[in-house]
C-alpha cells in the first residue's frame, strides 16, 4: 500500500492555500485529511477544489506510516500535547509543521536541514519580513526595524466573520461585539496579541542571527494580506536594493495609487515600494498575502524535505 502523504487541518485558512500546492506537487502521493478539532465528527469539506472527507485524529497510530505529515493549524491543546509526544518519539518520521504552534521541538526555519526530517516553519506573519532579509542579505543588513500589520485572517476563518459583524455594527451604529478577537477591530488596530510577548520577534532573531533585528507586530482590522514598513541599516551600496528586491520575485510598485495591504490578497508575489534612504538605512514599504506566500514557501519546504528524506 502506498504510503500517504497526512494533512492535518486542511480546512483552515493555510490549509486551503497549501492543499492544492500539494496535490499539483506530489500526485504520486495519495493524501489523507484530518481535523485536530475537540470534536469526533467526521467532516466534508472542500478540499483543492473537491469535496473530501476530514476525519477525526484518532490514535496516533494511523500517522506513523505517514509519506510525510503536514500541520497546517494550530491544534486543539490536547491534540497539540499528544501531536508533540509523539513527534518527539518518531524522530524519523518526516514532517512540516507550518501551524505556528510549535509543535515540533527547537527553533523554526525555512530551509529543511539535511540531518533532521522535521521541520518547524516560522509563523506566517513572519514570511514577508523574512524574504526581505532573504532578498537584501548581499547587501548584509546589520539591524532591521519591522513594524507588521497583521490581518484578521491571522487569527481564524471564523474571526473573519466577526470582523464583518463588527463592521456592520460600527456603521449602524450598534455596539459591536468581540469573542474570538481580543477586541473590536473594525476601522481599528490594537498590538498583535502575543501569549508571550516578544516570542515573534525572537523567532525571526534566530532565522538571521547576524542581524540585530526589532518587531513590533500590530493586529488591524483588515480581512486578508498583511504589510511591513521595514528600515535596515546595510553594508552593502543601497542601489542595488531594487534589483535585488526584483530578483527575489518581489513585484515593484508602479504609479499614484497607494500600495494598501489589500493589493496583496490572492497575489502570488509580495509588491514594495522604496519610502528613502540615508546614508546607511533603506526604508521600504511591502504588502504580501501572508497565507499564500506561507503555502508557496512551505510546499518548496516539504519538496525539499521529501528529496532528502524520499518515502520507502
Avoid at 51 to 75: C, W
Avoid at 131 to 152: G, S, Y
Avoid at 264 to 292: I, K, R, Y
Amino acid at each position: 500500500m502506498a504510503r500517504k502523504l497526512v494533512v492535518l487541518d486542511p480546512g483552515s485558512l493555510l490549509g486551503e492555500e497549501l492543499v492544492p500546492l500539494l496535490s499539483s506537487q506530489f500526485p504520486q502521493l495519495p493524501r489523507a485529511y484530518l481535523h485536530t478539532r475537540p470534536e469526533e465528527d467526521h467532516l466534508i469539506l472542500q478540499v483543492a477544489g473537491e469535496a473530501a472527507v476530514v476525519a477525526p485524529l484518532g490514535g496516533l497510530e494511523e500517522l506513523e506510516d505517514a509519506a510525510a505529515i503536514v500541520l497546517t493549524a494550530r491544534p486543539a491543546p490536547q491534540a497539540r500535547e499528544r501531536l508533540a509526544a509523539f513527534f518527539q518519539a518518531n524522530p524519523h518520521l518526516p514532517c512540516l509543521d507550518a501551524s505556528g504552534a510549535g509543535v515540533l521541538p527547537g527553533p523554526p526555519s525555512l530551509v529543511p536541514s539535511p540531518e533532521k526530517p522535521q521541520l518547524r516553519f516560522p509563523d506566517p506573519l513572519l514570511l514577508l519580513p523574512s524574504l526581505l532579509l532573504q532578498a537584501l542579505a548581499p547587501l548584509e543588513p546589520r539591524e532591521a526595524f519591522f513594524t507588521v500589520l497583521a490581518p484578521v485572517s491571522s487569527v481564524g476563518g471564523e474571526a473573519l466573520d466577526e470582523l464583518a459583524a463588527q463592521a456592520v455594527a460600527r456603521l449602524s451604529g450598534e455596539k459591536p461585539r468581540a469573542g474570538l478577537l481580543p477586541a473590536v477591530l473594525a476601522f481599528d488596530a490594537i498590538p498583535y496579541p502575543e501569549k508571550t510577548p516578544g516570542t515573534l520577534q525572537q523567532e525571526l532573531q534566530a532565522l538571521f542571527p547576524a542581524t540585530r533585528i526589532a518587531l513590533h507586530p500590530l493586529l488591524a482590522g483588515v480581512f486578508h494580506a498583511h504589510s511591513v514598513l521595514a528600515t535596515f541599516r546595510l553594508a552593502g551600496a543601497k542601489a542595488e536594493a531594487k534589483e535585488l528586491l526584483s530578483a527575489a520575485s518581489f513585484v515593484a510598485h508602479r504609479g499614484k495609487t497607494p500600495l494598501a495591504p489589500s493589493r496583496g490578497a490572492g497575489e502570488p508575489q509580495a509588491a514594495f515600494q522604496l519610502l528613502g534612504s540615508g546614508p546607511e538605512t533603506l526604508t521600504l514599504w511591502a504588502v504580501g498575502d501572508h497565507l499564500l506566500l506561507s503555502a508557496q514557501a512551505a510546499a518548496q519546504a516539504l519538496e525539499e524535505l521529501l528529496r532528502a528524506f524520499p518515502p520507502a
